[in-house]
């Protein structure tokens, strides 16, 4: 799982530059481009720090990260779709993606919650 996260953080990183450089440059639509690469750099360092938490919160972290990862690539995939071929992946792609992330979110929270808790009752 570990090994995902850190390949995915790299490919969102890598994905999240070119964007910003098509957003930079004029390449398609610009706006469509600068929020795929913002949702793409964000999550490629968050998936790196979930990865070090894996085995302290070995039930949530993956199911997190995988959340993370499929709501990345429906979100912005949608989204670089659209500026590369005109046309979505499918419908409603990027809402489910980013319904996804806010999901992944919520259970980093709850697992870093969890920690807390048995934390101060431990």
């Not at 670089?80 to 071929?85: N, Q």
């Not at 259970?107 to 048995?118: D, K, N, T, Y």
Request: glycine share 16%; no cysteine; charged share 5%.
């Amino acid at each position: 799982m570990i090994a995902l996260f850190v390949g995915f953080a790299g490919l969102f990183g890598a994905a999240g530059v070119a964007g910003a450089a098509v957003a930079a440059h004029g390449g398609g639509n610009a706006q469509l481009a600068a929020t795929a690469a913002a949702i793409a750099l964000v999550h490629a360092p968050s998936l790196l720090g979930l990865a070090a938490f894996v085995s302290r919160m070995p039930r949530l972290a993956p199911l997190s990260g995988l959340l993370i990862i499929v709501g990345t690539l429906l979100f912005s995939g949608d989204l670089a779709a659209r500026i590369a071929w005109g046309e979505r992946l499918f419908a409603n792609a990027a809402p489910l993606g980013g319904t996804l992330l806010i999901a992944g979110w919520l259970m980093v929270g709850a697992a870093g919650i969890g920690l807390a808790i048995r934390r101060t009752t431990s």
